[in-house]
């Protein structure tokens, strides 16, 4: 059968240009892989065990901006650590927080700091508290309003700083799975620990911050954040910064802290908003001075700034699944090939790096779900502008009572 040569144009154009593109998505799926396979076959660096052990002053740094429906039970919670009660403080900071709460905040053993800002972000909820604060304190604990620790993560954590780290994030788990989208956020999250954690430390290089269930020499942590005042994505200003000045982040997978998961895909679209802003906004940050690091040595810093190019974990699936039904309907064997090729590697790293206890709760119903998160990944490219601008709190509802429920 023969075609219309404008017709032929058009369809070599396209296949043209869509085998382009997945020359660039290559490099980003055979990154992904590379490090799937150093967490699947790779050893975690163990911290150095200290000859003389102590239980470090510990600052459990609790910031909370209208989190009235969980803070009570996560204060409660972060108070049934077994690590010595005199070895730390849980410490709420109360931004925007109701009367009530704050009533029932005070009558446990904890410090309850109360701020008030024009345009609350997190940074600035630390950074105020961190000057309010009067005791010696050699490790500062950061969890999110939602976070319930393992009742042995400080115990890992002091481990971790008596062998020398400096700066050290735990291994975030899901408190909820009660939706498909939890179930799907879980999974995805998985799959960043094993990836940008667990597979980096087993290569030698430094982890990432996610921003809670993470740890930091008192001292250093002060000094770095005192120098941050951002909008969203403090976590990842800091982290650029330690590892410009050659702070390693290190990671424990022991360390759990149970963290909740979006429900709705309506959340999902707002959260992740907010984290395509913070990512463009240190690609151009830091884009240059990645370029120097490296040239310097600091391959680490440059693999942060190299992180920033890619696309999001949803949106290069979707492309590659795009791509692939592309080159079957163009009848373009190479580019079936580019494309089919990475979207069979890409599945085999979320398979190896998806726990089997996730894996299990996987159903039809799940993946169903995922062209529409695909979606709602897409639209909110249209929300970056209002995300640069003010922090998008992130609803919490789920209390600790949901671990145990499963």
């Known amino acids: 059968m023969e075609h219309n040569p404008e017709i032929l144009f058009i369809m070599n154009l396209l296949t043209n240009l869509l085998t382009t593109l997945f020359f660039f998505t290559a490099v980003e799926t055979i990154y992904l892989f590379v490090f799937t396979m150093a967490g699947r076959f790779g050893r975690l660096q163990a911290p150095p065990v200290s000859s003389n052990p102590v239980a470090k002053r510990m600052a459990v740094l609790i910031p909370a901006y209208k989190e009235d429906a969980v803070i009570v039970d996560t ?20 931004d925007s927080l109701r009367r009530d709460t704050l009533d029932k905040l005070a009558k446990l053993p904890i410090t309850v700091v109360e701020v008030s800002f024009d345009v609350s972000t997190k940074s600035k909820a630390l950074n105020a508290t961190l000057k309010k604060l009067n005791a010696n304190y050699d490790v500062a604990v950061i969890l999110d309003a939602d976070n319930v620790m393992a009742t042995d993560f400080l115990t890992h954590i002091n481990a971790a700083f008596n062998g020398g780290w400096k700066a050290v994030q735990g291994h975030r788990v899901a408190k909820n799975t009660n939706t498909s989208v939890a179930i799907l956020d879980a999974v995805s999250e998985e799959i960043n620990t094993y990836i940008l954690r667990r597979g980096h430390r087993a290569l030698g290089l430094s982890g990432s911050l996610m921003g809670s269930g993470m740890a930091f020499d008192y001292t250093l942590f002060k000094q770095y954040m005192g120098q941050i005042d951002t909008t969203g994505g403090f976590d990842k200003e800091l982290e650029m910064r330690l590892i410009h000045d050659h702070y390693r982040i290190d990671y424990i997978d022991d360390a759990l802290c149970y963290d909740e998961k979006v429900q709705s895909g309506a959340v999902f ?10 990512q463009l906004k240190y690609l151009r940050r ?23 190019m890619f696309l999001p974990r949803v949106i290069l699936l979707g492309f590659l699944t795009i791509g692939t039904a592309a080159a079957l309907l163009l009848r373009a064997p190479n580019l079936l090939m580019l494309a089919g090729g990475q979207l069979i590697v890409l599945l085999l790293s979320f398979y190896v790096a998806t726990p089997k206890d996730l894996k299990s709760l996987i159903t039809w119903q799940e993946i169903k779900q995922v062209p529409g998160l695909f979606f709602r990944f897409l639209r909110s490219i249209t929300r970056l502008g209002e995300a640069g601008k003010k922090f998008i709190n992130t609803p919490h509802t789920t209390t600790s009572t949901a671990i145990n429920e499963g």
């Open 286 to 308: 830091n884009l240059p001075s990645g370029i120097i690091q490296l040239l310097k040595g600091n391959l680490d810093y440059f693999d942060k700034v190299f992180q920033t």
């Open 269 to 278: 679209e707002r959260q992740r908003a907010r984290w395509i802003a913070a």
């Open 75 to 94: 204060a409660e919670q972060a108070l049934k650590q077994d690590y010595p009660g005199n070895a730390y403080d849980v410490i709420v900071i109360a």
